[in-house]
């Protein structure tokens, strides 16, 4: 019998996907979006998916900075949707925010918005109705920007688009999602396959001497990816929106979902180079290019060495230093309440055990010293508590990250009801949508984020502004940001405190949220208004 608040997992009649296509788009140029239900295989499993014209990842948009195009989106999928232009400072009424900015589409239905592309650099596409269901099944696909001037990136030889993914594949089918709502919403749902570009590997060729750029992209639920690029030169030289105000040579790059990075990378030895996830505990391979002997030297090789500095960015790095000293306009917390482990009054034990790492014990109920959860009582009767992780380490390392699923079957049984995850006003106490903040365009707000460890579950959350402005990182635990880039999204790790200076430039109702899927569809959201600047009195 079917369960009819499961979402189908028939792939009778689908297509089978296909592989995402390059479309070069002119200014004022029009794209025909679909979304449809696919059949994929992966690893022997025929699984239904979802994706944008046929592909995971969908086409890959390559315009021009400054130019509009018009995209027509039709909904031929398991959902209502709305498609929301990541990291784009676009026209409020495409944002995409179902029921502030739009009507949701209906399956069956269609949407036209205006896109417009003001700043160079690497940019996505996602749903934001059910993005936990949705983008999982395969709903993402990336947007290149050509910056006007000719000498804004480095010289390579060519480029390519990564998204980084998983998935959670069990019994040969994509692991159940709920009509009523999100599950695994305390941690955030974490696959057991690794996706890049859709694939569970990359596979490309390279010759010696050519330099390629990557564009990088995080597209998973709610796994950090740490890539690195073995047997290559890598250099790192944009983030979200744009270029670094340093370029720099590094050995990996972390990501937290939705987050970017761009990559030049100089293949400089004949043989494999290696794509990588690398974690505390173990080095995921995402697959290699295959380096031949042919030598390609040309002038973006010869040029590599080169670390440029950007002039706009360092011209902001000398104006922000009253902005590092001030106090912060907005002070914004991250707390959760877990009532499915704490919603019981106060018991008393003779012993107690972290619900993440069940080898942490003590005779009082304290807190946890790897992960900061409060301890529960281990002599609770069996099925009281749903069975924690089995400790295979990923939170052990002091960096306030959660690198895997420690407590999978509580992390299954969790949902909004019983995991509240919150944003909080900590001028007013408001929290989640209540909170009620109205910025004007030229405004300059600097926003101290608080991961508060004196909450049921801390843990990392990737903090996402839409296209009310962009934001620079002034600094994590005080300590000033290094290397600066313009953002829309930061990751803030288990009991860190970040200072952002967001950029106000766009009028319009903007949402912020975490970039958790299951996190930001349990409510830990709110939205602004920006009002544009009054007209002088004359």
Known sequence: MTDQNLFTTDTTGLTEVTR?????????????????????????????????????????????????????????????????????????????????????????????CQLEFPDAGFYWY???????????????????????????????????????????????????????????????????VLLINGETAFSGEAAVGEVVRLYLVNTANTRVFNFAVRGASTKLVGGDSGRYERETFVEEVLLAP??????????????????????????????????????????????????RIDPELTAERRSIQHDLERSPDKVLAFFSRMPLLYGADDQTASSYACPMHPSVTSSAPETCPQCGMKLVPSAAEPGDLPESGDDPGGHDHGDGLEWEDLMPQINRASDPSNMIWQLVDRETGAENAAIDWAFTIGDRVKIRLVNEMDSDHPMHHPFHIHGAGRFLILSRDGEPEPNLVWKDTVLVRAGQTVDILLDISNPGLWMAHCHIAEHAESGMMFSFNVARKPEPVR
Request: hydrophobic share 35%; with cysteine; net charge negative.
């Open 126 to 192: 996602h749903p934001h109705i059910r993005e936990d269901f949705a983008q999982e099944m395969g709903l993402y696909g990336t947007i290149v920007v050509e910056p006007t001037d000719p000498d804004y990136w480095p010289a390579v030889d060519r480029q390519l688009t990564l998204t980084l993914d998983d998935l959670l594949v069990e019994d040969g089918q994509i692991a159940p999602f709920h009509r009523s709502g999100p599950n695994f919403t305390a941690m955030g749902r974490f696959g057991n």
């Open 258 to 307: 939705s987050e970017r990075a761009v990559l030049d990378v100089l293949f400089d030895t004949q043989g494999e180079v290696r794509l990588e996830h690398r974690t505390p505990d173990h080095v995921y391979d995402l697959g290699a290019f295959t380096v031949a002997s042919t030598t390609r030297r040309g002038d973006a090789a010869a040029s590599f060495p080169t670390l």
């Open 20 to 112: 995402p296509r390059l479309m070069p788009l002119l200014p004022g140029d029009s794209l025909d979006l679909e979304i449809c239900p696919v059949r994929k295989n992966l690893n022997g499993a025929e699984l239904r998916m979802l994706a944008y014209n046929g592909s995971i990842p969908g086409p890959t948009l390559h315009v021009e900075q400054g130019s509009r195009i018009t995209v027509r989106t039709r909904n031929d999928g398991d959902v209502e949707a709305t498609v929301h232009w990541h990291g784009l400072r676009l026209e409020n009424q495409y944002d995409g925010v179902p029921h502030e900015t739009q009507a949701p589409i209906p399956v069956g239905g269609s949407y036209s």
